[in-house]
């Protein structure tokens, strides 16, 4: 069974930093497509950012050149770097893995998810 866990959320200023990270057990992981979504009460799942089995990463427009995703093979983790941090990027934060994953930027492709973690940022 695949289990995703998501830590690293909390509570920061505006222009601060975080790191999430995204441990995974069970399966293998590294052959998973896997994303970052995050989630305002009320509306819809939205992609943050993606990395493929061969590292390629991509991040939405809203966090491009604020966020950086990397993963860890060895650790069966991966990490969501959040910089530059604005209180519109307040949200619960999702990882998710796919073991087929078509379009990174869709829900639907990934198999596999974590509960979630709560970034808060203040103004």
């Known amino acids: 069974q695949v289990q995703l866990a998501e830590s690293g959320g909390g509570l920061v200023q505006a222009g601060g930093s975080l790191r999430l990270s995204c441990a995974v057990s069970?399966?293998?992981?590294?052959?998973?497509?896997m994303g970052w979504f995050r989630q305002v009460s009320g509306k819809e799942r939205e992609f943050v950012g993606s990395?493929?089995?061969?590292?390629?990463?991509d991040t939405a427009d809203s966090v491009k050149g604020r966020f950086a995703i990397s993963r860890d093979n060895a650790k069966t983790t991966m990490y969501l770097h959040m910089n530059r941090l604005k209180p519109d990027d307040t949200a619960l934060y999702y990882c998710?893995?796919?073991?087929?994953?078509?379009?990174?930027?869709?829900?639907?492709?990934?198999?596999?998810w974590g509960q979630g973690t709560q970034v808060t940022v203040s103004s």
């Open positions: 069970g399966g293998t992981f590294s052959t998973y497509g």
């Open positions: 990395i493929k089995r061969n590292n390629t990463t």
């Open positions: 998710a893995a796919g073991e087929w994953v078509i379009n990174p930027t869709r829900p639907a492709d990934y198999d596999y």
